[in-house]
């Protein structure tokens, strides 16, 4: 499955738009966003492709947040998501808490963990577990996006102001 990766949007609706045309081409199948969305309005920009989201930080109106997500046909999972996409295990955390952070990487249970919160793109794997973070769209960052293709275990890093590739060291 080919999905969309995207995190700490603080209610840039340009780089959200950018984004989504860059998901369309790379025909991704569902977004993944790892929190700090900020405005529960800004939810509505993700309609047309299904998008699920997690809480961040900075996200106050989680129950307006859950109430839009639904209406565009997302959903809300709350502070932390765990899901099965086809025979691999996910978990979406913002990464607000390091030691949280560090207790689900370490529990070995999942093949990939979708964070933000530092707003530096990361990529790097713990025994079985794959950890990503796309990065963010705020003020000073990379304005960044990621691709994962579970069937590739593969992660292209996207730089939504350019459309182009990203390497991480």
């Given at each position: ?9 603080h ?59 639904e209406?565009?046909?997302?959903k ?94």
């Amino acid at each position: 499955m080919i999905i969309g990766l995207i995190s700490d949007t603080h209610d840039n609706i340009s780089n959200i738009l950018k984004a989504k045309e860059i998901f369309r081409q790379k025909k991704v199948e569902l977004i993944i966003h790892a929190g700090d969305i900020i405005a529960p309005k800004t939810v509505e920009f993700f309609q047309g492709i299904k998008t699920w989201f997690v809480k961040g930080n900075c996200d106050g109106d989680t129950e307006n947040i859950d109430f839009k997500a639904e209406k565009v046909g997302g959903k809300y999972l709350g502070d932390v998501g765990s899901f099965d996409i086809g025979e691999k295990e996910f978990c979406v955390y913002h990464g607000t808490d390091k030691e949280m952070l560090r207790k689900l990487i370490q529990s070995k249970k999942y093949d990939y963990i979708i964070t933000g919160h530092t707003h530096d793109i990361m990529d790097f794997k713990e025994g079985k577990t794959r950890v990503i973070n796309p990065g963010a769209h705020y003020y000073m960052s990379q304005n960044s996006i990621a691709i994962l293709d579970t069937e590739k275990d593969s992660v292209e890093f996207i730089d939504v102001t350019n459309g182009n590739k990203l390497q991480i060291h």
